[in-house]
T-cell receptor, first 117, second 109 residues
């Protein structure tokens, strides 16, 4: 399976600031996904990022709050803008269809643990 | 009915025992089913896909019951290292995958 890395692994930020999370994959993938996992909750999909097009956001998530970049087939960033304590969560990137495999079988980065004070 | 529902547990099971838990889903048209494992403070990792005919991987057996709309995971001869949260994943009507909240399993020495 691919190696997926995220930076930073954790951060503590003040409300009102923004944080950009980077996701790097060691192989080219068409689709990359950004999830949020709040304490005690399951994963919620924020958006799907395809190279060369705008990200597709899920209900409840907007581009102004969570801008995403996808400059190439191995890299993506998610920015959490104008943060509030409610944004404290783990943010995970994932990919699917590795090595021509089936869709839906997703592989996750190690996550970024964000605390907003 | 929630799209994907799991008993949150925790299931406290002695080492060596067999444990099983289910996950129900609401979309009768779902075609893709998975079990993921998530260790504390780690990312989810794919444990196994669930096929219509059921499938087995070592001590783990997954089954699908379409009539009752649930999938199950059976772990035989449980090990301490099996302690984790097990996430049920199903695709929904919009062809997106939905994660359940997970079932916590504690294997007791």
């Amino acid at each position: 399976s691919a190696v997926i890395s995220q930076k930073p692994s954790r951060d503590i930020c003040q409300r009102g600031t923004s944080l950009t999370i980077q996701c790097q994959v060691d192989s080219q993938v068409t689709m990359m996904f950004w999830y949020r996992q709040q304490p005690g909750q399951s994963l919620t999909l924020i958006a799907t990022a395809n190279q060369g097009s705008e990200a597709t956001y899920e209900s409840g998530f907007v581009i102004d709050k969570f801008p995403i970049s996808r400059p190439n087939l191995t890299f993506s960033t998610l920015t959490v803008s104008n943060m509030s304590p409610e944004d404290s969560s783990i943010y995970l990137c994932s990919v699917d269809r590795l090595a021509g495999g089936p869709p839906y079988e997703q592989y996750f980065g190690p996550g970024t643990r964000l605390t907003v004070t | 009915r929630k799209e994907v529902e799991q008993d949150p547990g925790p299931f406290n099971v002695p080492e060596g025992a067999t444990v099983a838990f289910n996950c129900t889903y609401s979309n009768s048209a779902s075609q893709s089913f998975f079990w993921y494992r998530q260790d504390c403070r780690k990312e989810p990792k794919l444990l196994m896909s669930v096929y219509s005919s059921g499938n087995e991987d070592g001590r783990f057996t997954a089954q699908l019951n379409r009539a009752s709309q649930y999938i199950s995971l059976l772990i035989r001869d449980s090990k301490l290292s099996d302690s984790a949260t097990y996430l049920c994943v199903v695709n929904n009507r919009d062809d997106k995958i939905i994660f359940g909240k997970g079932t916590r399993l504690h294997i007791l020495p």
